[in-house]
C-alpha cells in the first residue's frame, strides 16, 4: 500500500484547487471513504492539460464525477483524484447538436435540450454528470448514451487534448473503452428533434414513474448491479427476456438484508443504500453477500454496476 508521503512534494503548479488528504465521503452519494492523498479541482481544459503533462508518470491518477455511482473504500484513495467543477459545466445547442461540458448533470443537460426542442429525455432521471454517462454508457427507458452520442473531447493522461468519435469507444451496456488515463471534458451529442411542451411533459413523467418504483430520497448509488441477461452486446435492452437483477435478488430472499448500516432496500432491492451511518466496508460486504446468495440460489453471478474504488481501511 502506498503511502501519502511518496507522493511528489513539488506537484505541478495550477490556477484550480489542489487539496492534500481530501476526505471523499462528501463528495459520493453514498457518504463513505476515505481521503485522497490530492484531490485536484482545475480552473479549466489548459489548467487540467498542463497538470497532466507536467505531473510525473508514475503518480496515479482517477477522474471522479458527482460520486452518484461509486463506493470509495474507507482507506481512500492513492494518488490524484481529478473532479470537474464549473469551467466544464457548459451546456450549449447548436443546430441538431448538443454541446454537454463532462461535469453538466445529466438532468441540466435533459432540462436544456428539451427547451431548445431536441430530445435527450432520457438523461433526465439518472443522477450523473455526463463524464460518467459516457464513461458508463448510462440509459433508462429504452435510451441510451450510445444511441445519441456523436463524438467525445477527453484530455490524456500526458495531457494531449483528442477528439474521438463515439465508434472508437466500443460502448455497450454500462460499460465503454476510453483510453486508459484519459478525463472526458465535453461530449457532443446528435439529439433528435422533439416539441419543447411534449419532451417537457414526457420528463415529468419519469421523474413520476422513477419516485414512485425506486428509492429516490434515500442514500443510494443508483442500480447496485447490472442486469444479468437479457441486453444485447450493444447495450439495449432485450424486451424478451424479463431476467433483472432484482428479481435474482428477491428470489434470493435478499430483499432487505443488512450489514452494519447498509441494507438492500426494501423498495427496490436492487439499491443498496446507506441507512445508518454504514461504512464502505458495511456496503461493499452487502453487496459481496447477495452476490454469494444469488449464485448459491440460482446460478446466476451478478455483476456489479456501482463502482468501488481506493483501499480498504487502515
Not at 128 to 138: D, K, W
Not at 201 to 223: I, N, V, Y
Amino acid at each position: 500500500m502506498t503511502d501519502h508521503a511518496t507522493l511528489p512534494i513539488d506537484l505541478p503548479p495550477v490556477r484550480g484547487t489542489l487539496t492534500p488528504d481530501r476526505d471523499l465521503s462528501g463528495l459520493t452519494w453514498m457518504r463513505v471513504g476515505g481521503p485522497a492523498d490530492v484531490l485536484f479541482q482545475p480552473a479549466d481544459e489548459e489548467d487540467l492539460s498542463g497538470f497532466l503533462a507536467a505531473l510525473p508518470a508514475g503518480v496515479p491518477v482517477f477522474p471522479m464525477g458527482v460520486g452518484s455511482n461509486l463506493i470509495v473504500r474507507d482507506g481512500g484513495i492513492r494518488g490524484v483524484v481529478i473532479r470537474l467543477g464549473r469551467g466544464f459545466n457548459g451546456i450549449r445547442v447548436e443546430g441538431g447538436r448538443v454541446h454537454a461540458g463532462a461535469a453538466a448533470l445529466d438532468a441540466h443537460v435533459a432540462r436544456r435540450a428539451a427547451e431548445a426542442g431536441r430530445d435527450l429525455t432520457f438523461l433526465r432521471t439518472i443522477p450523473g454528470s455526463i463524464g460518467g454517462a459516457v464513461r458508463m454508457n448510462a440509459g433508462c427507458y429504452g435510451t441510451y448514451t450510445a444511441d445519441v452520442l456523436e463524438s467525445v473531447r477527453v484530455i490524456h493522461r500526458d495531457g494531449r487534448t483528442e477528439t474521438l468519435p463515439a465508434a472508437a469507444l466500443n460502448m455497450r451496456y454500462r460499460q465503454s473503452d476510453l483510453p486508459e488515463g484519459a478525463v472526458v471534458v465535453e461530449a457532443i451529442f446528435a439529439a433528435p428533434e422533439g416539441d419543447p411542451e411534449a419532451l417537457a411533459a414526457r420528463m415529468a413523467e419519469q421523474l413520476a414513474r422513477r419516485d414512485e418504483t425506486q428509492p429516490s430520497k434515500d442514500r443510494t448509488a443508483g442500480s447496485t448491479f447490472r442486469n444479468p441477461a437479457g441486453f444485447s452486446s450493444t447495450g439495449r435492452d432485450d424486451d424478451t427476456h424479463e431476467l433483472k437483477a432484482w428479481k435474482v435478488i428477491d428470489e434470493a430472499g435478499m430483499r432487505g438484508a443488512r450489514i452494519g448500516g447498509a441494507v438492500m432496500n426494501e423498495k427496490h432491492s436492487n439499491f443498496l443504500t446507506n441507512a445508518e451511518d454504514a461504512t464502505a466496508e458495511d456496503l461493499e460486504s452487502l453487496g459481496e453477500l447477495v452476490r454469494k446468495r444469488v449464485y448459491e440460489s440460482q446460478g446466476i453471478r451478478l455483476e456489479w454496476e456501482i463502482m468501488r474504488v481506493g483501499d480498504p481501511a487502515r
